[in-house]
């Protein structure tokens, strides 16, 4: 089993249900924080995709178009970089404000 966490701005009543109805998908935890929720999900990496959570999250929570995603951990076992420096943002989407 693996997990990964994602900060969102938006949410919606029943997120977690509707993600333990999809097959491969364990368990979900929604924790507040601020103005963001952390959305925790437990699954197995044989049945689902991480791309594909995100994309059933971004359906339910009716965000295709506009990018609610703040941030994610996919608690890698490996050494990996985990720090991206964005330098130059293309629009505002990408720097949420952070110019």
Request: glycine letters at 4%; a negative charge.
């Amino acid at each position: 089993m693996k997990k990964i966490e994602l900060e969102i701005e938006t949410y919606r009543y029943q997120l977690e249900e509707y993600l333990l109805s999809i097959d491969g998908i364990t368990d979900v935890k929604k924790e507040e924080r601020g103005y963001n929720f952390f959305i925790t999900v437990t699954y197995d990496e044989t049945k689902i995709f991480i791309e594909r959570i995100e994309k059933e999250i971004l359906l339910y929570v009716d965000s295709l178009n506009v990018p609610v995603i703040v941030s994610f951990n996919k608690f890698e076992d490996n050494e990996v970089i985990k720090e991206i420096v964005i330098e130059d943002g293309c629009c505002e989407f990408c720097m949420k404000g952070n110019a």
